[in-house]
């Protein structure tokens, strides 16, 4: 059977999203492409230290349990821009 984004939302939801929101962070999916789901972590589950363990421990287990057919599912790490933009005044001491 193939997963379609409404169904892993919905697997998101129920099982995922209320452990993240203790923790006041939040998963979006990017993208869903040849049985491969990358996702985001936001909130303050952003950046964090343990961002890739729970990515493999909650999100992804949860995920393959319930679809089989996602061979993977892939953390997509961003920097904030804003972040970005005040190391470099930093750096060029304009802070």
Same mark, same amino acid.
């Given at each position: 059977?193939?997963?379609? +984004?409404?169904?892993?939302e919905? @697997? &998101?939801? /129920?099982? @995922?999203?209320p452990? *993240? %929101?203790?923790?006041?962070?939040?998963?979006?999916?990017? =993208?869903?492409?040849?049985?491969? *789901?990358?996702?985001? *972590? #936001?909130?303050?589950? =952003?950046?964090?230290? %343990? %961002?890739? =363990? #729970?990515?493999? $421990? &909650?999100?992804? %287990?949860?995920?393959? !349990?319930?679809?089989? =057919? +996602?061979?993977?599912? +892939?953390? +997509?790490e961003?920097?904030?821009? $804003?972040? !970005?933009?005040? /190391?470099?005044?930093? &750096?060029?001491?304009?802070?």
């Amino acid at each position: 059977m193939e997963a379609t +984004i409404q169904q892993i939302e919905a @697997v &998101l939801d /129920a099982n @995922v999203r209320p452990a *993240l %929101a203790e923790h006041h962070g939040n998963v979006m999916i990017h =993208s869903l492409e040849d049985h491969i *789901l990358k996702v985001r *972590l #936001t909130g303050k589950c =952003s950046g964090c230290p %343990a %961002a890739h =363990s #729970t990515n493999e $421990e &909650l999100i992804t %287990a949860e995920i393959r !349990t319930a679809f089989p =057919s +996602i061979l993977d599912v +892939i953390l +997509i790490e961003e920097i904030n821009p $804003e972040l !970005t933009l005040m /190391a470099h005044k930093i &750096l060029n001491h304009q802070i």
